[in-house]
């Protein structure tokens, strides 16, 4: 068949508009209106369950594509590292007395470029760590650039210096010189630089905010102003505005959202070409993405491996220069080798077998991406006016704005977690059974030597197992000072389906707290229920039926001998008053706080 044939066998086939798939969805639907399936997202957008949408159909679709910024050093003959769109690879790592040799170890299993992290009391082992080393290098923590090539004179030629004074300020809180003076060594760091045409000697790390529990908006157009910051106060010290531009380097964070990510880094690059085109100049984007510690687990690190396999994943279809995956058990304190050679294979895998660098922008062309990407681009854009008419990134951490925008939405995360509106497997969902990890890591950002010059308020990271975990360390400490678990037993009494179904959540609700939980089939009588749990030392039972039939189960409690433990009720009736006059210790259901419900529990039992 001929290529014409083809595109004339094509056109014979209907194309379908909004209407016709509206009527097929609706059909599918039957009774339930199809406006109920649109929801919003934690940045505000509309996600609807058809995104057919004009105004994206008909426009050229896509971002631009350029080759990454940085090219391997001696990629192995063959490897899909050293192909056209691959990424850099590379596993964080905190300097230390070991660093050369752990980097040295990741170069040959595969990394291609060295991620490293330090605070200004290393600076000393900075030269000690890059000797020798001739791979790209990105290097965060220092509060200007110019303290990374006085340290190290023949820093690598290739690479970025994550160490902007306007993220230092906002990541510890304070700077020891102003911020003026932190910009004229930025700027003199640029001039040293000049013939370094591969690093980008001013790199802006998002990430802080999104370890602080910003959105996906708030990063990009809190990057957006931070990198227009930079390059006004550069220009105004004599460089030219192409020669500032050209020196940039931007780093996000990612979340296992997988399709949010893309959408804004996709945007990112759009917006971040809008303000440089707005200057007068062109503004091309190397990218650096990260696994962040976020959405991360300390005492499941195994589920760690998916979130950051979806990370890299989004990282690497957006088109991210470089991608950094840390080890699954960072948040737990790492420390095991094999956890960062996990790391690296997953970013191998992604590029030897799923061959996602051999794809030109792969979300180019989906309406819901494309829709997404524009929606979040508004919401970016209005982040970063809500920035400039404050005054600009210096002004607005002085004022506290962004951090404290940055807090209200990790709020709300934590509550959407807390609540049951939102889902981490392996901590409020299905939670596995094991001992406490030898660190949690700590979430204090890195503090700065007396005598502080420019002071603001901190962004804090958060982490959202934190608050699950603790109610796990506090179950565990019970157990061993009883030495026997604390134990739940799921009674589902009346037969029904309700009664099954409420047990199984009931499960998953007190297992995120590290109860031991049992759900047998049923039982024809709190009476039988009772002694079960009385025979097992049970710590809390559980009544699982009918909403109905609970006054009566609790009636038959009450005239019963023995000890009887906690006891709850699954669900929430509107007699809950009169419940809990008749026995009814607590009740768990879809929106019942599971922190405070399940700490309310804890409680009472470390109380005994």
Not at 286 to 292: E, F, K, P, Y
Not at 323 to 330: F, G, K, N, R, W
């Amino acid at each position: 068949m001929s290529t014409l044939e083809a595109l004339e066998l094509a056109v014979r086939f209907p194309v379908p508009n909004r209407s016709t798939w509206e009527e097929a969805a609706q059909a599918e639907l039957k009774a339930t209106p199809l406006a109920r399936l649109t929801r919003r997202s934690l940045e505000g957008v509309e996600i609807r369950p058809l995104n057919v949408r004009p105004d994206v159909q008909d426009r050229p679709m896509g971002i631009p594509w350029t080759q990454p910024a940085w090219k391997p050093v001696n990629p192995a003959p063959g490897s899909a590292l050293g192909e056209p769109g691959a990424p850099l690879v590379a596993v964080p790592l905190d300097l230390g007395q070991e660093s050369p040799q752990v980097a040295v170890q990741g170069l040959t299993r595969g990394e291609t470029a060295l991620d490293l992290r330090l605070d200004p009391t290393q600076i000393a082992g900075l030269k000690t760590a890059l000797e020798g080393v001739e791979v790209p290098v990105f290097l965060s923590g220092l509060e200007d650039p110019l303290a990374a090539l006085e340290a190290f004179p023949e820093f690598p030629r290739a690479g970025a210096l994550f160490c902007d004074p306007l993220g230092f300020l906002a990541r510890t809180g304070a700077l020891t010189d102003s911020l003026e003076v932190r910009l004229d060594r930025v700027a003199e760091a640029v001039r040293r630089t000049e013939a370094m045409s591969e690093l980008a000697v001013l790199g802006v790390d998002a990430g802080l905010w999104h370890e602080g529990g910003a959105d996906v908006a708030q990063q990009a157009g809190w990057a957006l102003a931070t990198g227009l910051d930079l390059v006004r106060s550069l220009v105004s010290r004599g460089l030219g505005l192409q020669q500032v531009l050209d020196r940039m380097a931007f780093a996000f964070t990612l979340s296992p959202r997988l399709f949010p990510e893309m959408a804004r880094l996709r945007a990112f690059r759009r917006l971040w070409a809008r303000v440089a085109g707005l200057l007068g100049g062109e503004g091309q984007v190397r990218l650096v993405v990260r696994t962040g510690r976020l959405h991360r687990s300390a005492w499941d690190p195994y589920t760690n491996l998916i979130r950051s396999s979806v990370e890299a994943f989004a990282g690497i279809c957006a088109g991210a220069d470089a991608v950094c995956i840390e080890p699954m058990d960072a948040a737990a304190g790492g420390g095991v080798r094999s956890s960062r050679r996990h790391a690296a294979s997953q970013a191998l895998v992604l590029l030897e077998e799923a061959s996602l660098h051999r794809v030109v922008d792969p979300g180019a062309g989906s309406s819901y991406l494309e829709a997404l990407t524009d929606d979040i681009a508004q919401k970016a854009w209005g982040c970063f006016q809500a920035i400039e008419k404050a005054g600009g990134m210096a002004a607005a951490l002085r004022e506290g704005l962004p951090q404290q925008e940055a807090a209200a939405t990790a709020e709300r995360r934590l509550k959407a977690l807390s609540g049951g509106r939102g889902s981490l497997v392996g901590v409020s969902h299905y939670a596995v059974q094991a001992e406490p990890p030898a660190s949690a890591g700590s979430a204090e950002p890195l503090e700065v030597s007396a005598g502080a010059v420019e002071m603001v308020r901190r962004v804090q990271p958060q982490r959202l197992a934190a608050a699950f975990e603790a109610l796990r360390l506090r179950t565990w400490a019970l157990e061993e000072r009883r030495g026997r678990p604390v134990r739940a037993l799921m009674a589902p009494l009346g037969g029904s389906a309700t009664s099954r179904v409420r047990a199984q959540f009931c499960v998953t609700f007190l297992g995120a707290a590290g109860f031991r939980t049992e759900s047998p089939a049923g039982f024809s009588s709190a009476a039988e229920a009772l002694a079960e749990a009385q025979r097992a030392e049970v710590d809390v039972l559980v009544l699982c039926a009918e909403d109905p039939e609970y006054a009566g189960f609790l009636d038959e409690l009450r005239g019963l001998p023995g000890e009887r433990p906690i006891v709850a009720v699954a669900g929430f009736p509107a007699d809950a008053d009169g419940l809990r006059q008749g026995g009814a210790d607590f009740f768990i259901h879809r929106d019942a706080d599971r922190v405070e419900t399940a700490g309310g529990i804890l409680a009472r039992l470390e109380a005994l």
